[in-house]
């Protein structure tokens, strides 16, 4: 398949192509640039390919939780591309996708993601490793003070995402001996997008570009 996906939930700003199993990917840190640039690495990625939108199967995008405006951007940005070139789109969660980045660096299978959802609060999910590689989430994802946070069974869990670094102290509290590690600093990535927006798409869950919306939890 042929998929075309972007983020701009965060202050990184990425675009990902995947062709078959080939992945490539352009990534900037460019907080309040993303607008200026995401088409432009659209652009660029299909130009290097040798093809068009309407080459692809689909597009995808990081659908939320993050930064309201970024979410607003990347979504009406796939909107509209998806209209013009009569594609489906493919909405992943930056939490999902924060946790399949995870597993992709460190092959860790037990992944807790938290954003800094700003007023005190942490977006928050929990994720496993599935057979096949992917992350899926166990229980809902929500939005919390850091020291309600759900505590999921087990030990053995990593954290992953910017609220491990804003609220280090709280989520550590609440987590106790079940918090193996932690990485506040990565991001969510276009790539991982990818890869779980290709995972819907073979189980048929693309839709048509009018139902593709963000979902900002609070």
Known sequence: MRLLAIDTSGETCSAALLCGTDLTQVLELAPRRHGELILDMMGRLLAEAGSTLSDCDALAFGRGPGSFTG?????????????????????????????????????????????????????????????????????????????????????????????????????????????????????????DIATLAAAAWRLGQAVPPELALPVYLR
């Open 71 to 191: 979410v607003r951007i990347a979504c009406a940005v796939v909107q509209g591309a998806a209209f013009g070139a009569g594609l489906p789109v493919i909405g992943i969660s930056t939490l999902a996708a924060l946790a399949q980045g995870h597993y992709r660096l460190g092959g860790h299978r037990r992944i807790l993601a938290a954003l800094d959802a700003r007023m005190g609060e942490v977006y928050w999910g929990c994720y496993r490793i599935g057979d096949e590689g992917l992350a899926e989430a166990l229980g809902e994802e929500l939005v919390a003070a850091p020291t309600q946070v759900p505590r999921p069974p087990g030990g053995g869990w990593h954290g992953v995402g910017g609220g491990f670094g804003a609220y280090a102290q709280e989520l550590r509290q609440a987590l106790g001996p079940i918090l193996s590690g932690c990485d506040p600093a990565q991001s969510c990535e276009a790539r």
